[in-house]
């Protein structure tokens, strides 16, 4: 069976930096995009950076030259550089991943890591 699991969440002061991780593991043939995702208390979730396998990526406009999404193919892993964060990011933090199973594929969640900003 097929999990995402996230780390690295925690209690930062605004300015600092955190870095989550997300690694998959389970009978998996292959490992597509990978993106984060943020949901904060009677909000949507919304989407945060996402990479391809091949590195190519994309950020939301919200977090553009603070943050960077990287991944390791080899270790089934994708990570989330966070700098200068603001209170506005504090969040649940979210892994996401499309991931293919024998014939099929699917989107794959982590369960969340809290990531809180205090001004």
């Known amino acids: 069976q097929v999990q995402l699991v996230e780390s690295g969440g925690g209690l930062v002061q605004a300015g600092g930096s955190l870095r989550l991780s997300c690694a998959a593991s389970?009978?998996?043939?292959?490992?597509?995009?990978m993106a984060w995702y943020r949901q904060a208390p009677g909000k949507q979730r919304e989407f945060v950076a996402t990479?391809?396998?091949?590195?190519?990526?994309n950020y939301a406009d919200s977090v553009k030259g603070r943050f960077t999404i990287s991944r390791d193919n080899a270790k089934n892993t994708v990570y989330l550089q966070m700098n200068d964060l603001e209170s506005e990011d504090t969040s649940t933090y979210y892994c996401?991943?499309?991931?293919?199973?024998?014939?099929?594929?699917?989107?794959?969640w982590g369960q969340g890591t809290q990531v809180t900003v205090s001004s």
């Open positions: 996401n991943a499309e991931i293919r199973v024998r014939f099929v594929t699917r989107p794959y």
């Open positions: 389970g009978s998996m043939f292959s490992i597509n995009d």
């Open positions: 990479i391809t396998r091949g590195g190519d990526t």
